[in-house]
């Protein structure tokens, strides 16, 4: 048996010629998948990806220090809107604006995780829920902003290379995810991921072995912010346009069933959770295209219901998802994973 004898070589990248390899073949899947599929799931592979740098913060907020949000839909409000005009007001290139407006994002999340100090459970989701409703109220009534008109992006260049399809944006957009994925991996690996853990779970011996709670609730609150600054100004390019309306209550609460679902405290588990509740978001939409399920919803909407909820049909497929995840497998697809792995290593006995 290997043991470790510092802290750090938990930050290795790659502790095995197996990890390795499986990097290496993740890395050639992701570059060749725009080059073998249409244009439609490179879409879909981008709007996968934005929910997995969300989740990677929101997921170092709840799995890992144990601090409820609901209102991540407004620091990814604040990152497309601060991307956006830093860019059209200011002239700021992308590349500049972008984890400026990230860094904006991060400082409002630090001035959230004040109220955490005193607030903990279904308290502080209120507080949270309360700051992301007031976020778009406020851009929504600002002219500054658009108003309720919104904004639209401007071209996307980086130097000489003018990102005009999804297909350019993809490999920059995988750059960022896969360099933020890593970097979150880190952080939990290091003094101040022991730090958020030791908070999670109990508060009260951290502060005693000498964790500052103080600093580390408001770090973990403004670390988890700006994962969604960066994810909210690379959304606007994904659309080419935002509005308010576009940063609901259900956006935070479909990133919290994506991190829940996937498995709290995991990093596979956030990103397995965004990738297949994005994925089924967009299928979902368009429920009533399905070959029979979509005919047979629709009658049974012109008969018991209204024809108009069928189209948000996919909270109640995700509400219940997430009830028969918290009820059979409260680890989520992580823990899922952990079964399925324990069984084939011990098989056939």
């Known amino acids: 048996m290997k043991m470790k004898r510092n802290y750090y070589e938990d930050v290795q990248m790659f502790t095995s010629g197996v990890v390795l390899f499986w990097f290496l073949t993740l890395l050639t899947g992701l570059f060749l998948l725009p080059l073998v599929v249409k244009n439609y799931y490179v879409y879909v592979a981008n709007y996968m990806a934005i929910n997995v740098i969300v989740v990677l913060g929101l997921n170092l907020l709840v799995g890992y220090t144990g601090q409820i949000s609901l209102g991540h839909a407004g620091f990814f409000a604040i990152g497309a809107y601060g991307t956006l005009m830093l860019m059209v007001k200011l002239h700021l290139p992308f590349i500049v604006a972008l984890p400026l407006a990230a860094l904006i994002t991060a400082g409002f999340g630090f001035l959230l995780g004040l109220p955490a100090l005193r607030l903990e459970g279904p308290y502080l989701a209120i507080a949270t829920l309360g700051f992301g409703l007031t976020i778009t109220q406020v851009i929504g009534r600002l002219e500054i902003f658009g108003g309720r008109e919104g904004l639209h992006a401007p071209d996307l260049t980086i130097g000489s290379w003018r990102l005009d399809t999804d297909i350019e944006f993809y490999y920059l957009l995988m750059v960022i995810t896969i360099s933020l994925a890593l970097a979150a991996r880190n952080i939990v690996k290091t003094r101040v991921g022991r730090a958020f853990i030791a908070i999670r779970d109990a508060d009260i011996a951290a ?25 909210g100004g690379l959304y606007a390019f994904v659309l080419r346009f935002i509005e308010p309306e576009i940063f609901t209550l259900m956006m935070s609460i479909m990133f919290l069933a994506m991190c829940v679902v996937g498995g709290v405290g995991s990093m596979m588990g956030a990103i397995t959770g965004a990738c297949l509740l994005s994925w089924m978001d967009l299928q979902l939409r368009n429920i009533l295209n399905l070959p029979y399920i979509g005919a047979w919803l629709e009658s049974i909407s012109k008969t018991y219901f209204s024809i108009t909820g069928v189209s948000n049909i996919q909270f109640i497929v995700f509400g219940l998802i997430m009830i028969l995840i918290m009820t059979l497998e409260p680890l989520g697809l992580f823990g899922l994973w952990i079964r399925v792995k324990k069984y084939w290593k011990t098989w056939p006995f």
């Open 207 to 231: 502060q005693t072995i000498g964790v500052n709670v103080v600093l580390y609730k408001t770090l973990a609150f403004a670390v988890s912010a700006f994962y969604a600054g960066i994810a």
